[in-house]
């Protein structure tokens, strides 16, 4: 069975930073698309952040551009988001996803749809 499992999140003051993590077990996903999504009280689920399997192709939302940062670790399945200047709007349920298709377009990480996997969140709170 399929798990990723979120960590990392909690409540902080606005410009504090975060890392969050996630950890895939039941697959390797080390030649596969990851992701980071967000949803908000009253919101659609957003895209955040992608990475592509090497770490050599990296895609953000423009809200967070400069901000955070995604990686990841194959040798360990895992997902990552460094967050940092964190600001009272990135308060939301942070999600893991992961791809099933190794070869996609460009656009593809940008959308809910293409993931196959998704995680069950973690909070992150930032006050103002």
């Known amino acids: 069975q399929v798990q990723l499992v979120e960590s990392g999140g909690g409540l902080v003051q606005a410009g504090d930073s975060l890392r969050l993590s996630c950890a895939a077990s039941?697959?390797?996903?080390?030649?596969?698309?990851m992701a980071w999504f967000r949803q908000a009280p009253g919101k659609e689920r957003e895209f955040v952040a992608a990475?592509?399997?090497?770490?050599?192709?990296?895609y953000y939302a423009d809200s967070v551009m400069g901000r955070f940062t995604i990686s990841r670790d194959n040798a360990r399945n895992a997902l990552y988001l460094q967050m940092s200047s964190l600001k009272p709007e990135d308060t939301a349920v942070y999600y893991c996803?992961?791809?099933?298709?190794?070869?996609?377009?460009?656009?593809?990480?940008?959308?809910?749809?293409?993931?196959?996997?998704w995680g069950q969140g973690t909070q992150v709170t930032v006050s103002s």
């Open positions: 996803a992961a791809a099933s298709a190794i070869y996609h377009s460009s656009s593809a990480v940008y959308n809910k749809s293409f993931y196959a996997y």
């Open positions: 039941g697959r390797t996903f080390s030649n596969n698309p």
């Open positions: 990475v592509s399997w090497s770490d050599a192709n990296t």
